[in-house]
């Protein structure tokens, strides 16, 4: 019986039509599992393996200085604001605090995590998850000032623009970096070895 699952298996990921669907379900597969277990670490382990915190409160307050000064920098071409501590203060007496879950280092952990399981060359993906990283990175850092922006002059829609449009933003990055590393690494490499 498992013999005749695993023959089917093999048969139906041979076929080329249907790869785009086997791809994106490992896709989906990969990120849901690390978006929960990432949720159950950071809750119940506090970022512990083995009693050892490899997220140190100061990992993520350099990853949250440094998105609220380089969004604060993008945000002063565009709104008058003034700031406190990591909070934006606008015009119209709304505020904007950027907190450690705005880091983005769930999403950084995430992108780095599906490129390591999934396959592909090593010496590529020795250079394409720091180059990922910072796209990610620069991602939150125009969706932490786009946020800015909706509170400066729509505040009522803020809560809206926060958990759908500007949270979206972060897993069309990384389902954009996936595609390429699936299109332009894992299956060029593939190719490669049909042809040898």
């Not at 809750?43 to 990992?59: E, S």
């Not at 440094?66 to 920098?73: E, L, M, N, Y």
């Not at 970096?177 to 490669?192: A, E, G, I, P, Q």
Request: hydrophobic fraction near 50%.
């Amino acid at each position: 019986m498992l013999k005749k699952i695993l023959a089917d298996y093999k048969r139906l990921r041979g076929n080329k039509r249907l790869e785009p669907i086997f791809d994106t379900s490992i896709f989906i597969i990969i990120t849901f599992a690390i978006h929960y277990l990432y949720r159950y670490w950071e809750h119940d382990f506090d970022h512990r393996i083995f009693g050892f915190q490899l997220l140190t409160p100061a990992i993520f307050a350099w990853f949250t200085d440094a998105v609220f000064t380089q969004s604060r920098w993008l945000l002063d071409f565009i709104l008058p604001l003034k700031t406190e501590g990591r909070t934006f203060y606008f015009d119209n007496n709304c505020s904007v605090q950027i907190v450690y879950s705005c880091s983005g280092i769930k999403q950084i952990l995430q992108f780095a995590l599906l490129i390591l399981l999934y396959p592909g060359p090593w010496k590529h993906k020795a250079w394409f998850i720091p180059l990922g990283v910072l796209l990610i990175h620069f991602t939150n850092v125009i969706r932490i000032a786009g946020l800015g922006f909706v509170m400066a002059n729509w505040p009522e829609h803020w809560h809206f623009a926060h958990d759908y449009p500007f949270r979206i933003i972060f897993y069309v990055v990384i389902f954009f970096l996936w595609v390429l590393w699936n299109d332009r690494f894992y299956h060029t490499r593939s190719k490669s070895k049909v042809k040898a």
